[in-house]
């Protein structure tokens, strides 16, 4: 991206335009490895998540979701995605029993609580 004289706000509006998923980010000691995956199956291979395979197409896009805002609630998930309510639910709740996320450690019933995505 240096090379090129691009930059994150470039990407940024790329990944908008086109619907791409987020970056993959991982650290090699000294190092910041980022990986920009084109497709939903990219996002699958190059994880290192083998749950993640478990995820259809509607959900790996939720779970990018997730990624990004690092806390959603299920209003925020269901709106974003154009879900009913318990479509939502099920696809959250799929993804907490994978372990690809987890919750804020509020009440289930609280309107504070949030599903977290997990590093």
Do not use: C, W
Not at 11 to 33: A, E, M, T
Not at 68 to 93: F, G, M
């Amino acid at each position: 991206m240096e090379e090129s004289e691009i930059g994150m706000d470039t990407f940024r509006s790329l990944r908008d335009k086109h619907h791409l998923p987020l970056p993959i980010i991982n650290y090699d000691g000294s190092n910041v490895i980022v990986i920009f995956p084109r497709t939903a199956d990219a996002v699958k291979k190059i994880s290192g998540k083998e749950a993640i395979d478990k995820l259809n197409e509607v959900e790996l896009a939720g779970y990018d979701f997730v990624r990004s805002r690092k806390a959603v609630s299920k209003k925020e998930y269901a709106d974003h995605l154009d879900l009913s309510d318990k479509v939502a639910q099920n696809q959250l709740r799929k993804m907490r029993d994978l372990d690809l996320i987890g919750d804020n450690g509020e009440p289930p019933k609280s309107n504070k609580y949030k599903y977290v995505y997990k590093e």
